[in-house]
């Protein structure tokens, strides 16, 4: 009998398992740290987007009125450049809820960046709900 074992696969059981150990307090506040962001960034990088993100241009960690999280898109007309500013806020209800929540952004900029498109909750963004569930983090609006 053959038997075939994808790599990647291995990683994100590892990396679903490292989740729900860490998720397990629930109750518990998370406070947001750079340091959290960018091993986070790393992981979802690698296990949800093959690692073709190139990195925020910046992160702030800020109060935000609207939604949990935002992926900031900043035109410079005079340069005809574009950058991309992650911002999180500075307290999440828990830990479970700041993952989804840096996932969902670094979805925002995989659509702008790498697929050149709106970063609309649109097709193309919906379409890592099922990649999302592997992990056991939820896409949501
Ligand atoms: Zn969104």
């Known amino acids: 009998m053959k038997k075939k074992v994808k ?3 291995e990683y994100n059981i590892r990396i679903k398992k490292r989740i729900l150990r860490e998720i397990k307090d629930s109750e518990k506040k998370f406070v947001t740290t750079y340091k959290e962001i ?3 960034f790393k992981i979802f990088n690698k296990s949800l987007f093959k690692n073709k993100l190139n990195p925020f241009n910046d992160i702030k960690i ?3 009125i609207k939604g949990s999280g935002q992926c900031v898109e900043y035109l410079s007309y005079r340069k005809g450049t574009t950058f991309f500013v992650l911002e999180m806020m500075p307290k999440y209800k828990n ?3 700041f993952l989804n929540t840096l ?3 670094m979805v925002h ?4 960046t790498v697929m050149q498109d709106t970063g609309n909750h649109n097709k193309l963004f919906w379409s ?3 990649k999302f569930k592997k992990l056991n983090l939820r896409l949501s609006y």
Do not use: M, V
């Not at 900029?109 to 702008?112: A, E, I, K, P």
């Open 38 to 40: 960018k091993k986070y």
């Open 95 to 97: 830990k479970l809820e």
């Open 103 to 105: 996932a969902h952004e």
């Open 62 to 64: 800020k109060r935000i």
């Open 128 to 130: 890592f709900r099922t």
């Open 109 to 112: 900029l995989w659509q702008q």
């Open 7 to 9: 790599i990647k696969d």
